[in-house]
Structure formats: structure tokens, C-alpha cells
């Protein structure tokens, strides 16, 4: 997820902070395995489609 324009802005407990200046900031926990729901909320919030995100990895 990192690769996808935006840049790691620093680390807070167990979630990784993404920048990107043109959208807003994402926290996104930093484990092995997310719930599908959570990770298809922070695909929508990062600006993309779910199939735009798959597309892109």
C-alpha cells in the first residue's frame, strides 16, 4: 500500500501512518492479516476502487 503515491510518515504503536499530498492521511495497522471489511475501508479512503487497488499491486 505504500507504493501506490504516498510515503510512510512515521509509525504511532502497532499502525503505520501513510501521507499523500493530495488526500488525507491514512492509519493503517500494521499486522500480518487485516478483516476484509477493514481493508476494503482504507482502500475507498486511500481514493482508489477496490479494483483499481488490485489492478495496482
Known sequence: MVSL???LDHHT???????HKLR???????HK???PGLLRGLI???GLTV????KKK
Open 5 to 7: 503515491a504516498t510515503r
Open 13 to 19: 504503536g502497532s499502525h503505520m501512518i501513510l501521507y
Open 24 to 30: 488525507q492521511m491514512l492509519s493503517i495497522p500494521d
Open 33 to 35: 492479516e487485516l478483516a
Open 44 to 46: 475507498r479512503k486511500s
Open 51 to 54: 479494483e483499481e487497488f488490485f
